[in-house]
Each structure stands twice: as structure tokens, then as C-alpha cells.
């Protein structure tokens, strides 16, 4: 079974900091991608990596995909209230039928 | 709106009644999924459609549940004698799948919040 684990679990800042959460495993995936999901919602797809070493920026948001395509991270510029969700990351397994594989989630909760 | 749609948004049921829930994908998707997720967790897959045939189901929890895609549209998922542990969040996600070089990004609907009393 391909687990995906999350760190960390729960994190609260305010406004204007800089956080990293992290997406690691110990199988190794076709592509990863991260989701945010507010409360009583669904997931909402953020980006999609799929090379190893691969970096995203969307707007403040950066992504990367480690070298062996085991865990990513997700590291936050000068984060604003409207960031607050939960960060859920993904991996798509590398036989098989495709399916997505979740971590637990990141729940970020930014104060003005 | 052309997302992904679920209906009924919230169900309240006693334990041993049965419940159906309806999903219907964005239109041009080829892809069905149904996945579960409780507090803390993340969605858990149960089961997956390409066009109308169910290409896994050895992950719905127990033969209570069950889905179908009769016209490769729209999708149920049936849960039988509800029972308590059975209350949750039940996600569905489609996606347009084509070709080998595709990667799986779905796209979720809003979910069915179940609450079994």
C-alpha cells in the first residue's frame, strides 16, 4: 500500500509569514498533485508535478517535486487569511490502474 | 456551472435504512470516481468508472456499497443498511483520461455529507 504522509498536521499563523508544508512517501509516484479543500467542500486541484527535481510557482504558491519522485513540498509566501484550508497532496501510482493515493492534509489557518 | 455536481449536498438517515447518492461529472469527462473521506482524513478511494464499465471495486468498504454508471453520465452509489461508521463525507471527482500520457487530475464536486443516526 503507497502511503502519503503529511507535516505537519495542523499549522496557524498570521498574515504575512512564510510557511512550508511537506508530502513525503517512501514509493515513488508517475506525478503528484496538490489540492485545497475548504470546510464542507471538495478538493480543489492547485498543480500537478511530474518530474523529479520539478518546480511550480503558482502566484505565492511554490511547489516542488523531490528528485525521486518520493515527496514534494509546498512552501507559501507572505500568506493571506484567503489561504486558509486544508492542503491535501496526491500521488498517482506508477502501475496499474490509475487512482490517486491522499495524504491526510495540512490544515493551514492564517489570522489577519 | 459546468463542475461536478452532487445531490443530495447533506443526508440525514436512521442506521439500517438505504441511501443514494447521485453524481454527475463534467460532461466531456470519461472518468468516475467515488471517494470517502472522514474527519482528519483524507479521501479515500472506493471506486472508479470508465465510461460505463466499473473498473475497480475491491475497495468499496463492504458489500453494502455499491455504484453504477448505467450510461457512462451520471453515477449512484448505494449504501445498504447504514450503519453509524458509515457517516462521512462521500466525494466524487471526474476527469478526461486519453492516450497513455495523461496524468490523473480530477476534479472534485462539493460532496454528500452522510450522517447516520
Known amino acids: 500500500t503507497q502511503l502519503l504522509e503529511q507535516s505537519p498536521q495542523f499549522l496557524s499563523i498570521q498574515e504575512g509569514e512564510n510557511l512550508t508544508v511537506y508530502c513525503n512517501s517512501s514509493?515513488?509516484?508517475?506525478?503528484l498533485q496538490w489540492y485545497r479543500q475548504e470546510p464542507g467542500e471538495g478538493p480543489v486541484l492547485l498543480v500537478t508535478?511530474?518530474?523529479?527535481?520539478e518546480v511550480k510557482k503558482l502566484k505565492r504558491l511554490t511547489f516542488q517535486f523531490g528528485d525521486a519522485r518520493k515527496d514534494s513540498s509546498l512552501h507559501i509566501t507572505a500568506a493571506q487569511p484567503g489561504d486558509t484550508g486544508l492542503y491535501l497532496c496526491a500521488g498517482e501510482n506508477s502501475s496499474g490502474y490509475s487512482t490517486l493515493t491522499f495524504g491526510k492534509g495540512t490544515m493551514l489557518l492564517v489570522s489577519p | 456551472d459546468t463542475g461536478v455536481s452532487q445531490d443530495p449536498r447533506h443526508k440525514i438517515t436512521k442506521r439500517g435504512q438505504n441511501v443514494t447518492f447521485r453524481c454527475d461529472p463534467i460532461s466531456e469527462h470519461n472518468r468516475l470516481y467515488w471517494y470517502r473521506q472522514t474527519l482528519g482524513q483524507g479521501p479515500e478511494f472506493l471506486t472508479y468508472f470508465q465510461n460505463e464499465a466499473q473498473l475497480e471495486k475491491s475497495r468499496l468498504l463492504s458489500d453494502r456499497f455499491s455504484a453504477e454508471r448505467p450510461k457512462g453520465s451520471f453515477s449512484t452509489l448505494e449504501i445498504q443498511r447504514t450503519e453509524q461508521g458509515d457517516s462521512a463525507m462521500y466525494l466524487c471527482a471526474s476527469t478526461l483520461v486519453f492516450g497513455l500520457a495523461a496524468h490523473n487530475e480530477q476534479f472534485f464536486g462539493p460532496g454528500t455529507r452522510l450522517t447516520v443516526l
Open positions: 514509493s515513488v509516484f508517475s506525478s
Open positions: 508535478v511530474v518530474t523529479g527535481g
